[in-house]
């Protein structure tokens, strides 16, 4: 083999492809469903790096069926299930998935009878890469809207890292794409050539394992029944004087325990679980909090949470207690959560605030 760069960096994306796969199947991270995605996303990335490598160097040239082309058509389809089942709570495989590996099959399939296929296909192969980072983005944008309205944990700090993977590999499309043009020069170097390209996606496997590693294994996620909830608070069709009576009851009683019990200090209340505590349904004390107190059930939870804060400030002027304790005290698990929600209501951080009580 010779030791050019491109064989570097081919030689060393496979071995860390497929040593985190390994680590991702492990007891300690396989608990979550989208791991398995993301291994198998990994592995393809070895795979199909292992078959450039041996093509680059000229082993097996003679018995190496030309379909490179074809494992880039599970990089979007495992980038997006990945995405999904990190975001959905009871997600499960079902067999209309397979068809998103079909033009997987069907380019092993046509080079398999002597088809060279994919010199034609790679603006293909890269539009349907982008349509999956966009189909990506359309679920991080449906959690983001459905999460503040069943949950009192709203820290999208992970969405965060989801924008920023499927950014990544959009950048990676965007690189292969000048690269197939010929690329541009700057200062007599073409950029992006091959070894420019691999180098990326070097970097974007350092990505995934660093996240990877670094992900909470504990996250809020959604389910089919937050999606219809949502969708019938968000629903046009009028409430009957009836039903309205009804929630007007049920406003009261919530109030009235959040006032009595407090459960906005369990930093991991969500709707399910106080619609259980009330013995109520989910749908109509989402109803109740949203078309009678007017707000969403994050919204809601915080305020009190906010106002509990407010008084422990108050009443510990002397220092006592920490901002830090304080937070954890009235159910908060994030401090820029709590420090953005305690700035909107007061117009003052926590410290900020404290101070101000200390003149």
Not at 49 to 74: D, I, K, R, T, W
Request: charged share 15%; net charge positive; proline share 4%.
């Amino acid at each position: 083999m010779q030791l050019e760069p491109i064989s570097i960096i081919l030689t060393i994306v496979i071995w860390q492809s497929f040593l985190f796969a390994g680590v991702l199947c492990t007891p300690k991270y396989n608990k979550k469903p989208g791991n398995k995605f993301l291994a198998l996303l990994l592995l393809t990335f070895g795979l199909h790096f292992f078959y450039n490598l041996l093509y680059a160097n000229g082993y097996l040239v003679e018995v190496l069926p030309p379909y490179s082309c074809a494992y880039g058509f599970l990089y979007g389809p495992l980038l997006y299930l990945y995405v999904k089942f990190h975001l959905r709570k009871d997600a499960q495989f079902k067999g209309l998935y397979w068809m998103h590996f079909i033009p997987f099959v069907l380019v092993i399939t046509l080079v398999s009878f002597g088809y060279l296929i994919c010199k034609n296909i790679a603006m293909v192969l890269l539009a349907t890469i982008f349509v999956y980072c966009v189909a990506g983005f359309v679920e991080i944008a449906v959690y983001k809207r459905i999460l503040p309205q069943v949950s009192s944990n709203t820290n999208f700090s992970e969405t965060r890292w989801l924008k920023t993977f499927l950014s990544a590999m959009l950048v990676l499309v965007f690189l292969d794409i000048l690269k197939n043009q010929g690329g541009f020069e700057i200062g007599g170097i073409i950029l992006p050539n091959e070894s420019f390209v691999q180098f990326a996606v070097l970097l974007f496997v350092n990505l995934i394992i660093y996240q990877g590693l670094k992900s909470p294994l504990s996250f809020q996620q959604i389910s089919a029944s937050d999606l219809h909830v949502t969708s019938e608070n968000n629903s046009k069709r009028n409430i009957s004087k009836s039903d309205k009576d009804e929630l007007d009851k049920l406003a009261m009683q919530v109030e009235k325990h959040m006032e009595t019990k407090k459960p906005y200090l369990n930093p991991d209340l969500d709707l399910s679980s106080l619609a259980e505590t009330l013995e109520i349904s989910v749908r109509s004390l989402s109803q109740s909090i949203n078309h009678i107190l007017g707000q969403n059930f994050s919204d809601y939870i915080n305020s009190y949470r906010i106002k509990a804060a407010e008084n422990l400030l108050q009443n510990n002027n002397d220092q006592d207690l920490t901002i830090k304790e304080i937070m954890y005290d009235v159910g908060f698990n994030s401090r820029s959560v709590f420090n953005t929600l305690f700035k909107k209501k007061t117009g003052l951080t926590p410290s900020q605030y404290r101070s101000q009580l200390g003149k």
